[in-house]
C-alpha cells in the first residue's frame, strides 16, 4: 500500500472512529468465524463458530466459579472448602475453631469417633520438637541394625513430592518449614536438588528412573548413590518407591520443555528431552531381589531403606513378610499409600479405581506382618489424605508410628486445589 492511500486511510479512520471500530470487528469475526469452521480440533467450535468459544472460556474458569461461588462447603473433593480452611488458618498460626457445631454426618459407615477422657490431661500447646527435649519423637528408631539408624524428630512429616513436578520456591518453602517443626522432607523421585538444603533432615526417594542415582547409560548406580550420601549428611533414610497409590502400576513423564539445565544435571538425564519414569524397576523383578537390592543400598550407604506402596494383590506382601522372617532382611520401614493419595498426574481410572484405600490396604498388610511377628521390627509409615488429626489419630491406632503428608502442605504454601 502506497502513502497517499495510507494517509487517505488513517484519515477516514480518524474522521469515523466509529464505522471504522465497527469495520474491524466484523473483519475480526469474519477471520474467526473462517477458522472455527476449518479446524478439526473442537467440534463445538466447528459446529457453532464464534459463540461455541464461549463454553470453552467457561469450561477454563470454571474450576475457580464452583470454588469461590458455587459449591457447597462439603461437596468440593479432595479437600473441601473447610478442611481448606483449617488448613489455611492452621498454617498461619491463626484461629482454625468453626462455630455453631459439627456438619458432618457422623452416623455413615466408616466416620471415626474418637473416645474423650472423662477426666481429661491438663491441655498442652503444640511443640517445636527440634527446640523442645521434652516432647516425644517417632517412638521407634529407624533401621537399628543399620551403620547410622534414625529417630525422625516429629511423627507427622512431608511426604514425596518432586522438584521439577514442584518449583524452586515452593521445595525451599517446605523444606524451611519441615526444618522449623523437627519434620523430615521426602525428596520424591525427581533426586535432591539444592533447594532441598535448608535445614530439614531428608529422605531420598528413588523411583523406577533411579535419578541422580544413575550413570550414564541411565542404569542404577550404587558408587554415585554413595557420593551423593556422602556429600549430604542431611539425608537420613532412603525410600525405594515401587508404586503409589494414585496410579500404582503406571510411570510418569515430566515433558521435555520442563527438563532445563538444572533438572538434568540433578536427575542425571539429557536436557530438552521427556524424561522418563517406568511402571517398573529394572533393578528387581521380584521379592528376593528386592530384598537384595534394599541389604546392597544399606550396606553401601549405612543408612536405614525402606519401601514405598501401595496396596493391590495381597501376595506380594506375603512373600515379603515370609522372606524377611525367613532371612532376617528386608525394609527397615514402609510406608503404605492409600489409593485416595495425591499425584500431579494421573489417568483418571487409576486415580479412582486403582489400589485399596489406606485404611483397608494398610489393615490388610499391617496384620500380615503382625501375624508373622514382624510388624514391630518395621517403622510403618502411613499417607493418603491423613493431614487431619482425626484421621492421623486413626492411623496410629492402626499401628502407624509416622504420617507423611502432602497435599496439605502445598495448601500451606498457597495451593489453591483448582
Known amino acids: 500500500m502506497d502513502a497517499p492511500l495510507m494517509d487517505q486511510l488513517l484519515t477516514w479512520i480518524e474522521t469515523y472512529p466509529l464505522s471504522s471500530t465497527l469495520i474491524g470487528l466484523f473483519l475480526?469475526?469474519?477471520?474467526?468465524?473462517?477458522?472455527d469452521i476449518t479446524q478439526?480440533?473442537?467440534?463445538?467450535?466447528r459446529n457453532f463458530p464464534i459463540v461455541g468459544r464461549l463454553r470453552y472460556f467457561l469450561e477454563?474458569?470454571?474450576?475457580?466459579?464452583?470454588?469461590?461461588w458455587v459449591a457447597h462447603d462439603k461437596e468440593e473433593r479432595p479437600f473441601d472448602r473447610?478442611?481448606?480452611?483449617?488448613?489455611?488458618?492452621?498454617?498461619?498460626?491463626?484461629?482454625?475453631?468453626?462455630?455453631?457445631?459439627?456438619?458432618?454426618?457422623?452416623?455413615?459407615?466408616?466416620?471415626?469417633?474418637?473416645?474423650?477422657?472423662a477426666f481429661p490431661y491438663p491441655e498442652a500447646n503444640a511443640y517445636i520438637h527440634n527446640k523442645d527435649v521434652s516432647c516425644i519423637p517417632c517412638l521407634k528408631v529407624i533401621g537399628t541394625k543399620r551403620k547410622f539408624p534414625y529417630r525422625p524428630y516429629s511423627i507427622v512429616n512431608i511426604s514425596a513430592m518432586s522438584f521439577g513436578s514442584l518449583g524452586k520456591n515452593a521445595i525451599m518453602a517446605l523444606n524451611r518449614g519441615a526444618r522449623d517443626s523437627g519434620a523430615y522432607h521426602n525428596t520424591g523421585e525427581g533426586g535432591l536438588s539444592n533447594y532441598h538444603r535448608e535445614g530439614a533432615d531428608m529422605v531420598w526417594q528413588i523411583g523406577t528412573g533411579y535419578f541422580g542415582a544413575r550413570d550414564h547409560s541411565g542404569k542404577f548406580s550404587l558408587d554415585v548413590l554413595k557420593e551423593k550420601v556422602g556429600q549430604n549428611?542431611?539425608?537420613?533414610?532412603?525410600?525405594?518407591?515401587?508404586?503409589?497409590?494414585?496410579?500404582?502400576?503406571k510411570g510418569g513423564i515430566l515433558p521435555a520443555k520442563k527438563v532445563n539445565a538444572e533438572i538434568a544435571s540433578i536427575r542425571h538425564v539429557e536436557e530438552g528431552k521427556d524424561c522418563i519414569s517406568p511402571n517398573s524397576?529394572?533393578?528387581?523383578?521380584?521379592?528376593?531381589?528386592?530384598?537384595?537390592?534394599?541389604?546392597?543400598?544399606?550396606?553401601?550407604?549405612?543408612?536405614?531403606?525402606?519401601?514405598?506402596?501401595?496396596?493391590?494383590?495381597?501376595?506380594?506382601?506375603?512373600?515379603?513378610?515370609?522372606?524377611?522372617?525367613?532371612?532376617?532382611?528386608g525394609?527397615?520401614?514402609?510406608?503404605?499409600?492409600g489409593g485416595e493419595g495425591g499425584t500431579g498426574a494421573a489417568p483418571l481410572t487409576y486415580a479412582d479405581h486403582v489400589s485399596l484405600p489406606f485404611k483397608i490396604g494398610f489393615q490388610r498388610v499391617y496384620t500380615l506382618f503382625q501375624s508373622q511377628g514382624l510388624s514391630e521390627q518395621i517403622v510403618w509409615i502411613g499417607s493418603g489424605k491423613l493431614g487431619f488429626p482425626d484421621r492421623a489419630v486413626v492411623a496410629i491406632a492402626m499401628g502407624c508410628d509416622l504420617i507423611n503428608v502432602a497435599r496439605e502442605a502445598m495448601l500451606s504454601i498457597g495451593c489453591i486445589q483448582a
Not at 28 to 35: A, D, E, H, K, S
Not at 88 to 102: C, H, R, V
Request: aromatic share 10%.
Open 331 to 337: 525394609p527397615d520401614f514402609i510406608t503404605i499409600d
Open 60 to 68: 477454563m474458569i470454571g474450576p475457580e466459579l464452583r470454588q469461590y
Open 281 to 329: 524397576h529394572s533393578e528387581f523383578t521380584n521379592v528376593k531381589e528386592l530384598i537384595q537390592f534394599i541389604e546392597k543400598i544399606a550396606n553401601g550407604t549405612g543408612l536405614p531403606v525402606g519401601i514405598k506402596s501401595a496396596v493391590g494383590e495381597i501376595e506380594f506382601w506375603e512373600e515379603l513378610a515370609r522372606e524377611m522372617k525367613q532371612s532376617a532382611e
Open 82 to 117: 473447610t478442611e481448606r480452611s483449617w488448613i489455611y488458618a492452621t498454617a498461619k498460626g491463626q484461629n482454625s475453631n468453626f462455630g455453631f457445631g459439627t456438619t458432618e454426618i457422623q452416623y455413615e459407615p466408616g466416620y471415626p469417633i474418637i473416645k474423650h477422657k
Open 28 to 35: 475480526f469475526l469474519v477471520i474467526v468465524f473462517l477458522r
Open 233 to 249: 549428611p542431611c539425608i537420613k533414610m532412603i525410600e525405594i518407591k515401587l508404586s503409589q497409590g494414585a496410579k500404582p502400576g
Open 40 to 45: 478439526k480440533t473442537h467440534t463445538i467450535q
